[in-house]
């Protein structure tokens, strides 16, 4: 007759379950004590109320307890196919969180945490571009170069098609494979075949630290400035914003376009420390919190005297909401596009001992009316769409083709 093996990782789910369920029973037991003896004291109903309460909790914990470890011991020994323990925990922890029923409430693995960590400092290591997959070409189309970045030197252009990355080529289910191979050690070179003007290149270019850029201005006619924000995501934005602002100010623009559409949102300080440029004295932000306490974050009186107008769309989401929003409750800004995401949460992130952490929203956050955008978006003064030709290809629009922002210097210019 053959005995169960009980492997190494069951025995410990076990031992911690059992000493959960044996701290359990002992709480339980004397609970039920207290409970006694309260009865015989005849205390009153409501402190009565809250032990039993307690005492049924404790009870409905242990029995879960037992279901898991009899669930995991049953997948031990009965399972026909082989089980990673591994993934059994990690898609125990990630179902925990999912089962808040909340997009933004995440668990993180260590390396999908350091991922997240890397990607905000400000700083990485690439070619230094901004990319998007294009249907058309099945390419990664560049509508963006870095200042100063690899690719500048190497002679990477605005609307430049990577079409492969030593010699991966990309289609839409490789695309963030073949992204992944851009990136690498710096100092090391990595070879791109790119499409310019029907012409293929094969362009070399030697990996480096890159400085983020989130931030692109541009100066249109009639003194105007366009200010393009990509993402708040960045600890480095606001300065970027400033740095952009000068530089407008310095080329003799009085009236401003703010263009926030996709962008996903990003740091709380930094949002502030943008809008604080923006805005007069007052609420910027109202965070409320689980209790409904509520924090507000204030501006100073300094701020910037022109027309301005904000271009949104539906993904302007979270910090770029709430930039959206402020301009609107102080009728700085005439707000063109169309309705905004609507996400007005905020989320906090722990690290949990192991390396992996916990992401959750914490507190919802109004703009300065304190009147929640969250699960409604934002909708603009001024509601036009793009044509159907360039909504799902905003990156390689032409200006004169972009009838929200077309709608926008009409509208500023009148001001």
């Known amino acids: 007759m053959f005995k169960k093996k009980i492997s190494p990782f069951t025995c410990v789910v076990l031992c911690v379950i059992v000493c959960a369920v044996t701290f359990v029973a002992v709480y339980s037991r004397t609970l039920i004590a207290e409970k006694e003896k309260l009865n015989s004291e005849r205390l009153d109903s409501a402190q009565y109320g809250k032990y039993s309460e307690l005492i049924d909790s404790v009870g409905d914990d242990a029995a879960k307890h037992e279901k898991l470890a009899k669930m995991f011991d049953m997948i031990e020994s009965t399972y026909v196919r082989p089980s990673d323990d591994n993934k059994l925990w990690e898609t125990l922890f990630k179902t925990l969180a999912e089962s808040l029923g909340d997009d933004y409430s995440v668990y993180l693995t260590s390396d999908e945490y350091n991922a997240m960590i890397d990607s905000g400092d400000g700083n990485f290591v690439g070619i230094g571009v901004h990319a998007v997959y294009d249907p058309d070409t099945h390419g990664i189309y560049l509508f963006g170069i870095i200042p100063n970045s690899p690719a500048e030197k190497a002679g990477l252009k605005t609307g430049d098609v990577i079409s492969a990355v030593d010699g991966v080529y990309s ?27 029907g012409e293929s290149l094969e362009i070399s270019v030697t990996r480096a630290p890159v400085l983020s850029h989130n931030v692109i201005y541009e100066p249109l006619a009639d003194g105007i400035a366009y200010i393009r924000i990509l993402s708040f995501a960045d600890f480095s934005v606001s300065e970027e914003f400033d740095a952009a602002i000068a530089k407008a100010q310095g080329d003799g623009c009085e009236r401003f376009i703010f263009d926030v559409r996709n962008n996903g949102g990003g740091y709380l300080d930094e949002i502030c420390a943008v809008l604080d440029k923006l805005l007069p004295e007052g609420p910027i932000i109202n965070i409320v919190d689980k209790d409904g306490k509520t924090t507000t ?4 009186a300094e701020c910037i005297n022109a027309p301005m107008a904000v271009l949104c769309n539906g993904g302007t989401a979270s910090a770029a909401e709430l930039f959206t929003a402020a301009l609107r409750d102080y009728e700085l800004a005439e707000i063109i596009g169309e309705k905004t995401f609507g996400k007005g949460t ?8 192991d390396g992996s952490a916990l992401k959750l929203s914490s507190a919802f956050y109004n ?16 509601e036009i769409k793009l044509d159907e030709e360039w909504q799902n290809r ?7 083709n972009d009838t929200q922002l077309q709608k926008a210097i009409e509208v500023i210019k009148g001001n």
């Open 394 to 400: 905003f990156y390689k629009m032409p200006k004169e």
């Open 367 to 382: 703009p300065p009316s304190n009147v929640s955008y969250d699960g409604i978006g934002i909708i603009p003064d001024c």
């Open 346 to 353: 905020m989320q906090i992130t722990q690290q949990l001992p």
């Open 297 to 300: 974050k204030d501006s100073d």
């Open 171 to 197: 289609t839409e289910e490789s695309y963030y494979d073949v992204l992944d191979l851009i990136r690498g050690e710096s100092g090391t070179d990595v070879a791109l075949t790119v499409l310019r003007n």
